[in-house]
């Protein structure tokens, strides 16, 4: 069984940095694009920033400039670096990932989630 397992949330004051990481095991044969969404108590789900299997990165508007995405292929996990955190940013952060498994056909796979809450 393929999962997801993220990792790196918590408690951080605004100004702060945290780092996501999203761990994918089980039987792989691939990994395609990697995503990180996040969602905030009373909000939907929202993408925050994608990365494709060829390394081409895609931003939210609200964290462009402020978080990079980048995956290790080798370790078959995609990373999130959140600087410059404010309040706002609070949500729990999901890890997305198309996956091809024992089938050659890519399906997505969610993580659990962390949550990450930017407070003084």
């Known amino acids: 069984q393929v999962q997801l397992v993220e990792s790196g949330g918590g408690l951080v004051q605004p100004g702060g940095s945290l780092r996501l990481s999203c761990a994918v095991s089980?039987?792989?044969?691939?990994?395609?694009?990697m995503r990180w969404y996040r969602q905030a108590p009373g909000n939907e789900r929202e993408l925050v920033a994608g990365?494709?299997?060829?390394?081409?990165?895609n931003y939210a508007n609200s964290v462009k400039g402020r978080f990079t995405i980048s995956r290790d292929s080798a370790k078959n996990r995609v990373y999130l670096q959140m600087n410059s955190l404010v309040p706002e940013d609070t949500a729990v952060y999901y890890c997305?990932?198309?996956?091809?498994?024992?089938?050659?056909?890519?399906?997505?796979?969610w993580g659990q989630g962390t949550q990450v809450t930017v407070s003084s």
């Open positions: 089980g039987s792989i044969i691939g990994v395609g694009d």
């Open positions: 990365i494709t299997s060829g390394g081409s990165t």
């Open positions: 997305n990932a198309d996956i091809r498994g024992r089938t050659l056909r890519y399906s997505a796979y």
